[in-house]
């Protein structure tokens, strides 16, 4: 298994409140991912990074943003959470031979009330 | 706009038979395309992958076809068993490693 966590696995948290969802992995790889996961939805892209201090967005990036100041660690803030961010997030990172498979953590579960 | 979708929600078959499942896109430029299985409160694991140019990747009980003048793929699992009940989800890239996923389909297979 890809040496992936996540912190915190669960949390819930009021509307206006800002949120910061971390992706830590020991695999020293390049690419790294976040994804939100809603039914009827699948897995959409939040933004992603090619390397430290460098990222960009993905499909669903509104009120999201990112930082990566270590190649380990990845992490997702909510400025001001909303209850349309309540959702699974998973972090994902790029295999080593190839940044089209990618390797997922176990996910946060984030609730907004 | 769903570019890559999976129309069947769920899928049920017998241990043993052959589970199909099958995936749609509508985006010429995807070369890259992806089967991952998901458990309960766990993330996706991949499972098996084809590039745009073959159309067909064989990984044991797990092979996946691929029709590029229809834009479809399916995974075909055989045989099935129990502990394959998952969710399943497709996935196709256009290169630069961004992945769009399908819904997902949620296979059971009964003993």
């Known amino acids: 298994d890809a040496g992936i966590t996540q912190s915190p696995r669960h949390k819930v948290t009021e509307t206006g409140t800002p949120v910061t969802l971390r992706c830590h992995q020991t695999e020293n790889h390049r690419y790294m991912y976040w994804y939100r996961q809603d039914p009827g939805h699948g897995l959409r892209l939040i933004h992603y990074s090619y390397g430290v201090k460098d990222t960009d967005k993905g499909e669903v990036s509104d009120g999201y943003s990112v930082s990566r100041s270590k190649t380990e660690d990845f992490l997702l803030t909510l400025e001001s959470a909303t209850s349309s961010q309540t959702s699974v997030y998973f972090c994902?990172?790029?295999?080593?031979?190839?940044?089209?498979?990618?390797?997922f953590g176990p996910g946060t579960r984030l609730t907004v009330t | 706009d769903q570019q890559v979708k999976q129309n069947s929600p769920s899928l049920s078959v017998q241990e043993g038979r052959i589970s199909i499942l099958n995936c749609d896109y509508t985006n010429s430029m995807f070369d890259y395309f992806l089967w991952y299985k998901k458990y309960p409160a766990e993330g996706p694991t991949f499972l098996i992958s084809i590039s745009s140019i073959k159309d067909k990747n064989e990984d044991g009980r797990f092979t996946v076809f691929l029709n590029k003048s229809a834009k479809h793929l399916s995974l075909h699992i055989v045989p099935s068993q129990p502990g394959d009940s998952a969710v399943y989800f497709c996935a196709a890239s256009n290169g630069g490693g961004k992945l769009t996923f399908g819904q997902g389909t949620i296979l059971t297979v009964h003993p």
């Open positions: 994902a990172i790029s295999a080593r031979d190839s940044h089209y498979e990618q390797y």
